[in-house]
């Protein structure tokens, strides 16, 4: 690491069933964030997706999947960890210009 980088910590998600239901479950320091995948459920997504943009205050973060398997549910759940952590670091970057994080 180059002097002044700044480390960047990983938060650990995982894909659950419960009953038939499919989740990416991201265990945060406030409580586990769950986002539905077998289900449309927008406001849930917002709410996890919120949950993520105030953990942001705290400092930059990327969210790492663990066990990632074959099965479709684990493959899609791959994707869409790599796009989320995108749009994490963009909105990160965003908080930063506007001065609502800490350098």
Same mark, same amino acid.
């Given at each position: 690491m180059e002097s002044g980088e700044k480390s960047m910590e990983? &938060? %650990?998600?995982?894909?659950? !069933?419960v009953e038939e239901k499919h989740f990416?479950?991201?265990?945060?320091?406030?409580?586990?964030?769950?986002?539905?995948?077998?289900? $449309?459920k927008p406001n849930e997504v917002k709410s996890a997706f919120? %949950?993520? &943009?105030?953990?942001?205050? $705290?400092?930059?973060? !990327?969210?790492?999947?663990?066990?990632?398997?074959e099965e479709l549910f684990s493959q899609v759940a791959r994707e869409y960890i790599? !796009?989320?952590?995108?749009?994490?670091r963009e909105v990160h970057d965003e908080m930063e210009r506007y001065g609502l994080v800490a350098d």
């Open positions: 990983t &938060i %650990k998600a995982i894909v659950v !069933q990416i479950k991201i265990e945060a320091e406030h409580g586990e964030i769950r986002i539905p995948m077998s289900e $449309d919120n %949950k993520l &943009i105030a953990r942001l205050k $705290d400092g930059e973060f !990327q969210i790492k999947i663990e066990e990632v398997g790599t !796009q989320l952590n995108r749009e994490i």
